[in-house]
Structures are given as structure tokens and as C-alpha cells.
């Protein structure tokens, strides 16, 4: 074989092998598995717009500002002020198809069909977001090379807590909650949020009705209700979303690459890119690195705006964690007053308790972003300059 076309073969089967794999991601910097670093992502889906899913869920939902999902059957009348509501709101509007057949029973021209109109149909009655992702009527997938032409993932109902990353996003496995399903008590929601945070995975849970509104599987308010104060007590640890927030979630952080371009001392400018579709996968993926020897605080922007950034510790380690939409524009870091732990640009009562955590410790590994003077001792040093700094702005 020709020098050259080795060469070729080569490059393809790099780039067939970057597909679908992470990128790069240059040290110290980390990627979280969810965002905010947290453990675990548990997703709620609604089928068959049964009326309660917006008389009762979608006010639930939004007083403890999380984000759930409704799969249509654009053929049933659905209620579009309704879902045009709910989606001003954040939650997703997906498709459900337009007759609710099962799919893999019918010819590759009569899904299409399916796929297609029901999709088209959402996207017109629904401003502001995209129709991206199927939830399979009756749990019988359609063809998957088809469905890849419209959708970015679809959900099944096999009845197991998803992977870190699943195997298959057209079988994205979902659990039935209701008296007909798997996930009836507030203990049922509880002991899958436990397995869900062993696992560091994603749950998905699949309801139809809710109290009395006639709709398959009921599953009682209250419970529902129990199950979002559940997480809310735990925001830390478990990240509650719609169905394609997550999936474009899981495949930025598995293709993003970050590297330094520049690093000044007090400023660092970071390309933080991915190889997927930008129009699709915008979501902002958790980057975090540990604050800069001599660094109080850091301010973050993305493309000259500021994004959502704070410092946190780990392990005794100050980092600055910040939420960045890849191939939304450069990065910048820079340092911030000192004092200003949580990076809200200015120094309050949050910094002091972050500051007391550190009180009175005496080991260089373990002072990053705290030890001001840099003689590996958080003392009266650091926090008469705190003191001078408490309320004022950088
Ligand atoms: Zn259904």
C-alpha cells in the first residue's frame, strides 16, 4: 500500500473512531458528568396530554422550578395554548406521533408518516423550542434508522434506570409510574432515586394520568408532589430536566474538548468546542479546574457575557466551576477580589462560611484560593483582608 493512502486510512479511522467519543480535555480541567457536577439526572415524561399532566403537573413543576416533558399525539386535539404555555415555561414538547399506533407494526412509508407530520405539526403550533425527540406509543419502537432522520433519541419503557451514558439513545429506557407500573408510593420514587445516585445515572419515569383526569395508570398528585420535594431537598445531587435537555446534556460533555489559548496570570482564555450540531446541542455543559494559585475569586464570560460560574470545594480543593455552551465563543476566567468565594462579585456572609471551612488549616495543598498571602496558613492574615473587602464590589 502507497505511503499515501496509509496516511488516509489512518486519518479515517481516527476520525470514524472521534465519532460518538470524547474529546480532549486538557488538564486541570474536568467536564461533569451533570451539570453542577451533580451525582445524578432524573427525567419526568407525561403521554397522551391526559388532562391533569397541565392542570396539576406543569404548576407543580414550575413552583419548584423544574422541567418536565410532554409527549403529544398531535392527532388527539391537544391543548396548544396549553403546551405553548408550558413550553414559554422551559418544559419540552415532543412528539408522541400523530395516530399513537405501534410502530413497528406498520410499513416504513406509514412511520415515516408518524415521525414526520407529527413532528412538523408541533413545530408549527410551538414557538421557541424544537420538536427533537419520540416517545414510542404502546413501547414499540419504530425503525431506527428512520427515526435517526427526525429525532436525536426516543424513549422505550424497558423498565431500568438509564447509564451514565446509554447504550442506545433510540432505546432510552423509562419506568411506568402509576397503578399499572413499576412506581405507584412515594417510597417507590425513593428507592429509585437512591439506586439512580448509586449508579451516577439517569432515571426516566413515564406517567399517564394524574388523580382522576381518566388518563392510563393514574398516579396521585400527592405522590408526585413527595417525589419533587424529594430531589428538591437534594438539588445538590440530583439534576431534574426535560428528556432532550439530558440528552444533549450526555452527548456535549462526551465530544467537548476544552484547551487553554492563553494564560496571562490574572486572565485565562479557554475554546471550549464540540463536533456536534449547534443548532441542536446548546446546552451549557459544566466545566470546573482549581482556582489559580493566588486567586481569591474568578469571574467567567463566555463570548463578553457573563455565565453562571462559583467557586466550589472538593476534597479541600477551591475550584471555579462555570456553565459554557460549547462552540458558544471563547471563555474567560479571570481573577477575582479576594474574599469573593462564591463569585458573586462581591464579599458576604456566603464567603465567610466558605472561608470558616478553611479555618484554621495549615497545609499548602489544601489552602488554594483561600491562602492570600501564600504562607500556607488561612489565619488573621486572610481574614483582615476579607474584612477590608466585605461588600465591596472588584
Ligand atoms: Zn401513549
Redesign the pocket.
Known amino acids: 500500500m502507497k505511503r499515501a493512502n496509509v496516511i488516509l486510512l489512518l486519518t479515517v479511522f481516527l476520525i470514524a473512531c472521534k465519532v460518538g467519543y470524547s474529546g480532549t480535555i486538557a488538564p486541570p480541567y474536568e467536564v461533569g458528568n451533570w451539570p453542577g457536577f451533580r451525582t445524578a439526572a432524573v427525567s419526568y415524561t407525561f403521554?397522551?396530554d391526559c388532562s391533569n399532566q397541565l392542570a396539576i403537573a406543569v404548576p407543580m413543576f414550575n413552583e419548584f422550578g423544574y422541567k418536565l416533558t410532554l409527549?403529544t399525539?398531535t392527532s388527539w386535539g391537544p391543548n396548544w395554548t396549553g403546551l405553548q404555555n408550558a413550553a414559554n415555561q422551559g418544559h419540552e414538547i415532543a412528539s408522541?406521533t400523530v395516530t399513537?399506533p405501534s410502530l413497528g407494526g406498520l410499513t416504513i412509508a406509514q412511520q415515516t408518516t408518524e415521525l414526520a407530520d407529527s413532528q412538523s405539526v408541533i413545530n408549527s403550533h410551538i414557538t421557541g423550542q424544537q420538536c427533537i425527540t419520540l416517545?414510542y406509543?404502546?413501547c414499540v419502537p419504530s425503525d431506527q434508522t428512520l427515526t435517526a432522520q427526525y429525532y436525536i433519541a426516543a424513549r422505550h419503557c424497558q423498565g431500568y434506570i438509564e447509564a451514565n451514558t446509554p447504550s442506545n439513545f433510540y432505546q432510552i429506557s423509562s419506568l411506568i409510574c402509576g397503578n399499572q407500573g413499576s412506581v405507584l408510593t412515594a417510597a417507590d420514587f425513593n428507592a429509585k432515586f437512591v439506586s439512580t445516585a448509586a449508579s451516577k445515572g439517569w432515571c426516566v419515569y413515564l406517567i399517564?394520568g394524574i388523580d382522576s383526569d381518566g388518563g392510563?395508570s393514574p398516579l396521585p398528585s400527592a405522590t408526585l408532589r413527595a417525589s419533587l420535594r424529594y430531589l428538591d431537598a437534594r438539588r445538590n445531587t440530583f439534576w431534574v430536566s426535560t428528556f432532550a435537555n439530558v440528552v444533549r446534556y450526555i452527548r456535549e460533555r462526551n465530544d467537548v474538548s476544552v484547551t487553554e489559548l492563553s494564560n496571562s496570570g490574572d486572565s485565562i482564555t479557554l475554546q471550549v468546542t464540540d463536533t456536534l450540531d449547534n443548532a441542536i446541542y446548546n446546552y451549557p455543559v459544566t466545566i470546573r479546574r482549581p482556582l489559580p494559585a493566588g486567586w481569591g475569586s474568578a469571574n467567567v464570560s463566555q463570548n463578553g457575557l457573563p455565565v453562571t460560574s462559583s467557586i466550589v470545594v472538593v476534597n479541600s480543593t477551591a475550584y471555579v466551576m462555570f456553565d459554557v455552551v460549547p462552540d458558544g465563543g471563547n471563555v474567560v476566567l479571570s481573577k477575582g477580589i479576594y474574599g469573593d468565594f462564591t463569585g458573586n462579585g462581591v464579599v458576604e456572609m456566603n464567603d465567610l462560611s466558605v472561608f470558616f471551612e478553611f479555618w484554621p488549616v495549615n497545609d499548602c495543598n489544601k489552602t488554594t484560593g483561600v491562602d492570600a498571602d501564600e504562607d500556607c496558613i488561612v489565619n488573621f492574615n486572610e481574614f483582615a483582608i476579607l474584612a477590608q473587602n466585605w461588600r465591596q464590589a472588584p
Open positions: 403521554d397522551d409527549f399525539v408522541h399513537h416517545a406509543p404502546n399517564h392510563y
